[in-house]
């Protein structure tokens, strides 16, 4: 699979999800390196999904998130823990979902065109070893069948991807 087929598939949201997870499997079919699969999972969440500005991770590093594989403007590279909605996802290991960035206390404007985002805690052995970030210039763009399709691609990357980050 090529990034130019990658594209918004159409039908309801959870058949969307259903159909870009199975090209992500293919994607990852037989591959553990954590960093090729989380640059391809940003690149076919960013293409695949409509309404993103960004997509992307940040990975543990001691007591802050630094920037890993993503799509999307230039990011800032390093959030301590507890900052931001990043950084607040990764100290609470719940996903959290904006709708209005602005409203936000302590959102970390990296795209000025961001309106709302969420984050999906990366957990392993307990512990938070990242985060999946996903921006919008849409208001309100992340709803529950978003929460559930982007926690079944985190499960996939942690359950496929092995290798020392
Ligand atoms: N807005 C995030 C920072 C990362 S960017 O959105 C790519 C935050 O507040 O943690």
């Given at each position: ?33 954590s ?47 507890g ?5 607040s ?77």
């Open positions: 699979m090529f990034a130019s087929t990658v594209k918004p598939i159409a039908g309801d949201k959870p058949a969307q999800y259903r159909r870009l997870l199975d090209q992500a499997r293919v994607l990852f079919e037989g591959e553990s390196d960093l090729a699969n989380a640059a391809n999972l940003a690149a076919l969440l960013y293409h695949g999904l409509p309404d993103l500005n960004w997509a992307g991770f940040y990975f543990r590093r001691g007591n802050d998130l630094v920037l890993g594989p993503f799509q999307g403007l230039p990011a800032c590279v390093r959030i301590p823990l900052r931001g909605v990043c950084g996802a990764a100290q609470s290991g719940q996903v959290l979902s904006v709708p209005d960035v602005n409203a936000y206390p302590g959102h970390i404007a990296c795209d000025a065109h961001s309106r709302s985002e969420i984050v999906i805690p990366l957990e392993r052995g307990g512990e938070v070893i990242g985060v999946l970030d996903l921006d919008s210039p849409k208001l309100a763009r992340f709803d529950a069948d978003d929460e559930t399709g982007l926690a079944a691609f985190a499960a996939l990357w942690l359950e496929m991807s092995r290798t020392e980050l």
